[in-house]
């Protein structure tokens, strides 16, 4: 068995400049996948996350785009084509939203989460579908929030409202595209300790209460959320199709 199990192998990971999705990207790249780093706006991360890829011994290619815009999606995927040729894995990370209650919402806070949540999943998935074909089959993958779709979870209604269309457009895409070759999952990581929670509100008061309060004793972090996602793109993992994974120690299974 080597270790280096993706050696050969292209992973796209949307948002993967920091947080869970640069843990996600050097996982991938540790275990021997060329990764491509897409950012919107934080260059400087993104060239340092590329760079640890690369003293891992994966190539690491960076691109800009803003997932909320589906000509950004179309020219990222068409630079993959052009510059590697191949995609076996796609990661959607990338995720934005604004806090409030559902009375304050507005259309840009609606917009905002189902575009970059949801509709890109979408876009990124159709776009892929060809290179991962070419490819003989591959996996897709999609961040979700379990723990706010089936309960309330503080100002957090419009990005709720995308992540529960994310588990649903994943349901759908396992379906249609398991026929191809290609695996489609979602990771529910509940709460883990990066830079986004820390613009919740409550971020720091729900991060703590989770700390003390997971069945494991572990709080969750971005390498737990990472090592899971290595697993769904590995062979082990070809019959797992259509599944919402939540990474979380247990933590949403308490009564609260």
Request: charged share 20%.
């Amino acid at each position: 068995m080597t270790d280096r199990p993706f050696a050969g192998k292209v992973a796209l990971v949307t948002g993967s400049s920091r947080g869970i999705g640069r843990a996600i990207a050097l996982r991938l790249a540790h275990d021997g996948a060329d990764v491509v780093v897409n950012f919107r706006r934080r260059e400087d991360e993104a060239r340092a996350t590329g760079a640890e890829i690369e003293q891992l011994g994966s190539r690491a290619l960076l691109v800009q785009a803003n997932m909320a815009e589906p000509a950004d999606i179309e020219r990222l995927f068409a630079t993959v084509g052009d510059e590697l040729g191949a995609l076996d894995f796609l990661v959607c990370n990338a995720a934005a939203g604004m806090q409030g209650t559902m009375l304050e919402a507005t259309v840009k806070a609606w917009d905002l989460a189902m575009n970059v949540n949801a509709r890109s999943y979408l876009l990124c998935a159709q776009a892929a579908f060809p290179l991962l074909t070419a490819r003989g089959g591959g996996r897709i993958l999609a961040v979700t929030a379990r723990i706010a779709t089936e309960r309330a979870f503080p100002y957090y209604g419009t990005v709720a409202a995308s992540k529960a269309a994310i588990n649903t457009i994943t349901a759908y895409l396992a379906v249609e595209l398991g026929p191809y070759g290609v695996s489609v999952n979602a990771i529910s990581p509940g709460l883990v300790d990066t830079e986004a929670l820390a613009y919740f509100r409550r971020g720091s008061e729900l991060l703590e209460r989770a700390r003390a309060l997971t069945p494991t004793c572990h709080a969750t972090s971005a390498l737990d959320v990472a090592a899971v996602a290595a697993f769904l793109c590995s062979d082990a993992a070809r019959q797992v199709n259509g599944q919402v994974l939540e990474v979380d120690g247990g933590y949403t299974r308490l009564f609260l």
